[in-house]
C-alpha cells in the first residue's frame, strides 16, 4: 500500500503540491491524472524519496519514507518518465545491475530475469545492447528493472509509449508479489486521482465499471486537491 499524506512541496515562489493526500491501496490500480505541469511527477518523486517534501509524509507498506528510506525502498518498484538504460549494457545486464544494488543473489537474479523476460516478452532481446531498442523495448526494460526485487508495490510515471493499461493490469497476475500499482498519466486538463478495486467507506457511493468494481476519484488543480468521491456512469 502506498499512502500519501497532505505532501506540500514548492520550488521558490511555484506551489507545485499542496496538501495531496491519497492512498493506492493493495489489490487496486490507482491513477494520478493531470496536465503536463500539474505536479504528477513532484508527487511520485516525493513518495519514492527522490524529493524531500515540504510538508506531510509518505509511507509505503507502512513504512515512513523519509524515517526509513532503504527499507521503504525495499517494498517499491519504480519506473521513471524518462526510462533511463545504459546504453552499452544488454537488457540482461541492465536488469542484473539494479538486482545487485537491491542485494539480490545471482542464481535469484538469473531466474527472477527469466521470470520477466517471459512474462514481458524480452526473450528476443534480453541479449541485445539497450542502444538502439525501440521505445517500446526500452519501457520493457526498465519495467523489468523496476520489478527485479519483486516489491509489493509500484510507482509507474506515464509509461504511456509501449506499455498500455491492460499491461499494468496483468502486472498483478504475472511472476511476483505487486499487490499496489500507482499511475500517473497524462490529461488534457485538469487531473484526478483514480483508483478502481474493492469499495472501502468514505470513497463515496454509486458508479461501478463493466466489471463491477466501484471507481472513485479525486480531483486536483495545480497540485490541490479539490473534489473526492465515486465516479458516476
Known amino acids: 500500500m502506498i499512502e500519501a499524506m497532505a505532501l506540500s512541496k514548492r520550488f521558490g515562489s511555484i506551489e507545485a503540491a499542496k496538501d495531496v493526500s491519497f492512498v493506492a491501496r493493495d489489490g487496486e490500480i490507482t491513477g494520478l491524472l493531470g496536465a503536463n505541469g500539474a505536479g504528477?511527477?513532484?508527487?511520485?518523486?516525493?513518495?519514492?524519496g527522490v524529493l524531500t517534501?515540504?510538508?506531510?509524509?509518505a509511507c509505503i507498506d507502512g513504512i515512513d519514507i523519509?524515517?526509513?528510506?532503504?527499507?521503504?525502498?525495499?517494498?517499491?518498484?519504480?519506473?521513471?518518465?524518462?526510462?533511463?538504460?545504459?546504453?552499452?549494457?544488454?537488457?540482461?545486464?541492465?536488469i542484473r545491475y539494479f538486482g545487485s544494488l537491491h542485494g539480490m543473489t545471482a542464481a535469484r537474479l538469473r531466474s527472477r530475469t527469466a521470470e520477466l523476460s517471459l512474462a514481458l516478452g524480452m526473450d528476443g532481446f534480453i541479449e541485445r545492447r539497450a542502444k538502439g531498442f525501440s521505445q517500446g523495448q526500452r519501457i520493457k526494460v526498465a519495467l523489468a528493472r523496476a520489478l527485479v526485487h519483486d516489491p509489493g508495490n509500484v510507482v509507474l510515471d506515464e509509461p504511456t509509449n509501449g506499455l498500455d493499461v491492460m499491461a499494468i493490469r496483468n502486472l498483478r497476475e504475472g511472476?511476483?508479489?505487486?499487490?499496489a500499482v500507482l499511475l500517473a498519466r497524462h490529461a488534457g486538463s485538469g487531473g484526478a486521482v483514480r483508483s478502481s478495486g474493492d469499495h472501502r467507506p468514505g470513497q463515496g457511493v454509486g458508479g461501478r465499471d463493466s466489471s463491477g468494481n466501484s471507481r472513485t476519484q479525486r480531483c486536483c488543480d495545480a497540485g490541490r486537491s479539490i473534489f473526492a468521491g465515486a465516479r458516476r456512469h
Open 175 to 179: 511472476p511476483g508479489s505487486v499487490r
Open 53 to 57: 517534501p515540504d510538508g506531510g509524509r
Open 40 to 48: 504528477k511527477s513532484t508527487c511520485l518523486r516525493m513518495l519514492y
Open 66 to 94: 523519509r524515517g526509513e528510506t532503504s527499507k521503504a525502498r525495499a517494498h517499491l518498484g519504480v519506473l521513471p518518465h524518462a526510462a533511463g538504460l545504459y546504453n552499452n549494457l544488454t537488457a540482461r545486464e541492465n
